[in-house]
């Protein structure tokens, strides 16, 4: 990437850093039909009850077929406010910015989508959006992500009518920078998850990746915009596979003898503990005020020709 087009990129991420107030990808899935969720004591149905997987579908592998983990869940026992796909309300892309992930670099979609059945009577649907480490700025640093690379995820919801848990499955890895074409780091499925729950948690240590076994367990609460969230994991086997096989990038992510995948999935409870004061069900929008869309389309203009001139995405 030619650096006058870096260094305009960087100049504006600050500047600018409030003119977007909610980047997205995908238009928000229809998945708050809260009263008709059933959801199981585990807090989510298995996909492989009902046809599904806990392996993604990924098109254009190399060879083709390769799968990716769903290694986190966002358990359908956890509170409604956060299992409403929305910024507002302490929905769960604002549960998401409490722990320092946000939707895509200026709501540009990068990256293949990938295809998950969660055995919920929907097939194979798309993901519902990928949701980045944004380097600690909510509204442009996941355009960091996407350059530098880092921790991300692809998540989908268990709302079909055959299991309709309404928990959010979530495909996590550590990826390399867009130079190296996103390849994922060495152990980064297990790393990507395990550094997701240990910011979920507030850990002040690096979740032990090599020691976790199915009774290992963490809390810890998190906070954005006057919400305060409590999250509990607890990490299960039995579900996905502990091997290499099949697995997307396998060749780097597993190595002298280390599975790719260790076969543990990180099952997250997540409670509101506080509301801001004044804070109602209203659903009322909270976009980008008239007066800021100069700045945004500025904004955009020259990201766009600073993407444009960078390396392709995987
Ligand atoms: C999934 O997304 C791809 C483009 O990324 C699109 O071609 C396809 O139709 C989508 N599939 C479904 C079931 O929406
Ligand atoms: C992946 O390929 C299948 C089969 O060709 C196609 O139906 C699906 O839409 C593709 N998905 C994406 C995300 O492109
Ligand atoms: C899943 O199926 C339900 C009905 O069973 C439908 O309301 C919902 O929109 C579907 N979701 C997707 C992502 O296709
Ligand atoms: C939080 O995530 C960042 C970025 O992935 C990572 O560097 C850091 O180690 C994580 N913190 C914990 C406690 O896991
Ligand atoms: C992980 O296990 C090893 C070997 O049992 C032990 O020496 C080490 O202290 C453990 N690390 C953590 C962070 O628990
Ligand atoms: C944990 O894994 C062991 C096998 O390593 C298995 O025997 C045990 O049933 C599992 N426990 C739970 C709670 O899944
Ligand atoms: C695997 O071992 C070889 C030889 O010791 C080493 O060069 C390589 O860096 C190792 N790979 C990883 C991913 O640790
Ligand atoms: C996964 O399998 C390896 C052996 O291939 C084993 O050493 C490891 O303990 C297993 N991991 C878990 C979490 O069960």
Redesign the pocket.
């Given at each position: 990437m030619p650096k006058s087009a870096l260094f305009f990129l960087l100049l504006s991420l600050p500047a600018f850093s409030h003119a977007l107030t909610n980047p997205r990808d995908h238009p928000p899935s229809p998945f708050n039909r809260r009263s008709s969720r059933n959801v199981p004591s585990q807090g989510f149905y298995d996909p492989t009850d009902n046809g599904g997987s806990f392996l993604t579908?990924v098109?254009g592998t190399s060879p083709p077929g390769l799968h990716e983990p769903i290694n986190a869940i966002i358990l359908g026992t956890s509170d409604d406010t956060v299992l409403v796909d929305q910024q507002i309300d302490g929905g769960l892309r604002n549960y998401f910015v409490s722990f320092g992930f946000s939707g895509e670099c200026l709501g540009q979609h990068e990256g293949?989508?990938?295809?998950a059945d969660l055995g919920d009577g929907n097939g194979t649907k798309?993901e519902t959006g990928v949701i980045r480490w944004n380097y600690g700025d909510p509204t442009v640093g996941t355009c960091q992500e996407t350059i530098q690379g880092g921790n991300h995820f692809r998540y989908w919801v268990q709302d079909g009518s055959q299991a309709n848990s309404g928990a959010i499955f979530l495909a996590v890895s550590y990826e390399l920078p867009a130079k190296l074409q996103h390849d994922i780091i060495f152990q980064g499925y297990n790393l990507g998850r395990d550094w997701l729950v240990g910011n979920a948690t507030a850990q002040s240590q690096i979740v032990p990746t090599t020691n976790l076994t199915n009774t290992t367990t963490f809390s810890g609460q998190t906070s954005a915009n006057g919400y305060v969230y409590q999250t509990d994991v607890s990490y299960a086997s039995g579900f996905l596979v502990n091997g290499s096989e099949g697995i997307n990038h396998f060749l780097s992510v597993g190595a002298n003898g280390t599975n790719a995948v260790d076969g543990l999935v990180a099952l997250l409870n997540v409670k509101v503990l506080t509301k801001p004061s004044g804070a109602t069900s209203s659903s009322a929008s909270h976009g980008p005020r008239p007066l800021e869309w100069p700045l945004s389309i500025t904004l955009l203009i020259g990201v766009f020709a600073a993407i444009s001139t960078m390396a392709t995405f995987s």
């Open positions: 579908k098109n293949n989508d990938q295809g798309n």
